[in-house]
């Protein structure tokens, strides 16, 4: 079975490595400590088909060490103690290497078991992950290690590789390739920043492509959009891009700005994620508008329930709608400020009795020094509202709610004010 491209151009020095400039630019701190040949413990952290393998594979061949590959994915703790046992070999006399990919797959058991190993430095461990390491690897590794982010490759870099993969297939196949105009620049823009997934398309678009009576292959823009056209989303409803996105998608809503608040419910869509693009939408109408305009809540709530009725993709349209609407109405997170504020006092004990007229009960007990209920009714005072207590003895001068400085609130709150002033005179 032949390998994927990607593997059988993979960069063989750090130059070769397309993106990571800011890791791997001359000057650096990685790219220092690579050539200094002295290799501490490292956690590689970032998306899939960036160079963080490429890179392990590249650092292996600068030491003497002997090189163990792991992936988390499928190995177990007797793999682990299979390479502890080479530490007292002639193969490991040296030191070990061992890149593990995929580290948040291990177990916590499985990480402490290279606990004292890459401790001692008779292990040196290069770990990737495409998860935030700070959740998912144990914290003693961690402690041991340094972690340096990997980046998606912007699309001007991708496309060099793009161009420097039909080459490779040229001279590999001994084959003339004609790539038409534009080809390369889709393919690069088309797979989010995965140097791997855009190779990998590359080689789609040459089997794609018969040769011609003289042999040409004609690789064509409309070939390339075929083959990439839904490889540009990076989307796991498990993982960080899924986190990043919805977290984008209502920030950009709460900050007013509809057309990033539009971009990232499209990239929800297109990734099938209805739920979350909904449920965002209805928190953020409640939370960040909120008193503000309080009627958008029953009409993105009629947006939602019309999107969920209607399913994809016409789902699209009422959550556009909605969407837009969210970014571009007055903000308050008032109501926000205020339970939380009230959900705090709780948690910390700060409650006591309800006060006795307001409780749900018309008799009192022979310890009860003053009897009866006396609750002042509202609705028999002008303006439906008479001076009472109605918060606990221990909190009676809380104040939760602080009116926020848009007109609805604002015309609460001065209506009010004035009706308390004339009862009070």
């Not at 490991?92 to 290279?114: A, H, P, R, S, V």
């Amino acid at each position: 079975m032949t390998a994927p491209l990607a593997d059988r151009m993979r960069p063989q020095n750090l130059t070769d490595i397309v993106g990571q400039k800011h890791l791997l630019g001359q000057g650096k701190a990685l790219r220092n400590i690579i050539e200094s040949g002295k290799i501490p413990n490292l956690i590689f952290y970032g998306p899939s088909g960036v160079g963080k393998t490429t890179l392990a594979g590249i650092i292996a061949k600068r030491t003497d060490m002997r090189l163990h590959k792991l992936n988390g994915t499928t190995a177990s703790t007797a793999d682990i103690k299979a390479v502890v046992e080479e530490l007292d070999t002639l193969a490991g006399i040296n030191g070990i290497l061992l890149y593990l990919d995929e580290i948040q797959y291990f177990n916590k058991k499985q990480q402490q078991t290279l606990l004292e190993h890459i401790e001692n430095g008779r292990i040196t461990l290069i770990a990737s992950t495409t998860e935030n390491p700070y959740f998912y690897v144990y914290s003693a590794i961690l402690s041991r290690s340094t972690v340096f982010e990997f980046k998606s490759v912007e699309p001007e870099e991708v496309e060099q590789a793009v161009r420097r993969g039909f080459q490779f297939l040229e001279s590999e196949q001994d084959t003339p390739l004609m790539v038409e105009e534009g080809v390369a620049a889709h393919i690069a823009l088309s797979c989010g920043g995965d140097v791997r997934k855009a190779l990998n398309a590359v080689e789609l678009c040459v089997l794609a492509s018969p040769p011609d009576d003289e042999g040409t292959r004609h690789v064509t823009l409309g070939t390339a959009r075929q083959l990439a056209q839904r490889s540009a989303m990076r989307y796991d409803k498990d993982g960080d891009e899924h986190y990043d996105i919805i977290s984008a998608y209502q920030k950009s809503m709460r900050g007013s700005d509809p057309d990033a608040a539009i971009h990232y419910l499209a990239r929800l869509l297109e990734a099938g994620d209805l739920p979350s693009a909904c449920r965002r939408l209805m928190v953020c109408a409640c939370e960040d508008v909120g008193l503000a305009y309080p009627q958008i809540i029953p009409i993105v709530k009629a947006a939602v329930d019309a999107a969920l009725q209607v399913g994809l993709p016409e789902a699209s349209l009422p959550l556009a709608d909605a969407v837009i609407l969210v970014a571009t109405a007055p903000k308050s997170n008032s109501g926000g400020e205020a339970i939380w504020a009230a959900l705090a006092d709780v948690r910390a004990g700060k409650t006591g009795p309800v006060p006795r007229q307001l409780q749900n009960k018309h008799y009192d007990g022979e310890d009860a020094t003053v009897k009866g209920q006396h609750y002042l009714y509202p609705h028999s005072y002008p303006n439906r509202w008479v001076e009472q207590q109605y918060l606990p003895d221990a909190i009676k001068e809380r104040v939760y709610y602080v009116p926020a400085d848009n007109k609805n609130e604002q015309a609460f709150k001065a209506y009010w004010d004035a009706v308390k002033k004339r009862r009070k005179g």
